[in-house]
């Protein structure tokens, strides 16, 4: 168990439909990553937030947007749903910067499917 | 080009052999090496973790970075069936929290 805990695990929708995926980072973690996995992208990197401020944003689409509230838990919205929006959601953590940040502990993730 | 490219596989290996598993890429401002393991439909899991050039060895794991050929191996000594599973290398550079992934490869081992 990597201390990450990301919820709902699947998640199926229709097309137009708007979804919210949440995620309560390790305790003590200050960092939260949004990744996409697709079979034919591999592992996506969308957006950070470090201790409520985003910090770096990837290929995430104008359709999604992230926050992370004061008690450092995020939230992935994706309106507007698309067949291709259709993946496996990962939100991870780390440690703060400059403390092994480059080390990330993943939840075991989100099913998307859009029908 | 993708910044890492990481051969899919499958890979198919007999229990107790030695795989080797690599990636290559593009940028040179690479400094931070990680190997990622992930089951079926799990959160990838670290693995290994490097800086720069050079090897590291954690039991039957051995993670290679050659920045020169911007190259990077993982290596499995006696593997076994629980190693199966796919295997994503991922790596950052300096001042930087985004890592970038590989695509992953499958990795199958026999009994």
């Known amino acids: 168990d990597s201390g990450v805990t990301q919820t709902p695990k699947h998640l199926i929708t229709a097309t137009g439909q708007r979804v919210t995926l949440r995620c309560s980072p390790r305790s003590g973690d200050l960092s939260v990553y949004w990744y996409q996995q697709s079979l034919d992208q591999g592992l996506q990197f969308l957006i950070q937030?470090?201790?409520?401020?985003?910090?770096a944003k990837g290929n995430i689409l104008e359709r999604f947007s992230a926050q992370q509230f004061p008690d450092l838990h995020s939230e992935l919205n994706l309106s507007s749903l698309e067949l291709g929006d259709s993946a496996l959601y990962f939100c991870?953590?780390?440690?703060?910067?400059?403390?092994?940040?480059?080390?990330?502990?993943f939840g075991s993730g989100t099913q998307l499917s859009v029908l | 080009q993708k910044e890492v490219e990481q051969d899919p596989g499958p890979l198919s290996v007999p229990e107790g052999a030695i795989v080797s598993l690599n990636c290559t890429y593009s940028n040179s401002a690479f400094q931070y090496f990680m190997w990622y393991r992930q089951y079926s439909r799990k959160g990838p899991e670290l693995l290994m973790y490097?800086?720069?050039?050079g090897n590291k060895e954690d039991g039957r794991f051995t993670a290679q970075v050659d920045k020169s050929s911007k190259y990077i191996s993982l290596f499995i000594r006696d593997s076994q069936p629980s190693d199966s599973a796919t295997y994503l290398c991922a790596m950052s550079g300096y001042n930087t929290d985004k890592l970038i992934f590989g695509t992953g490869t499958r990795l199958q081992v026999f009994p």
């Open positions: 991870a953590s780390s440690a703060p910067p400059g403390a092994a940040n480059e080390k990330l502990f």
């Open positions: 937030y470090y201790n409520g401020e985003e910090r």
């Open positions: 490097t800086y720069s050039s």
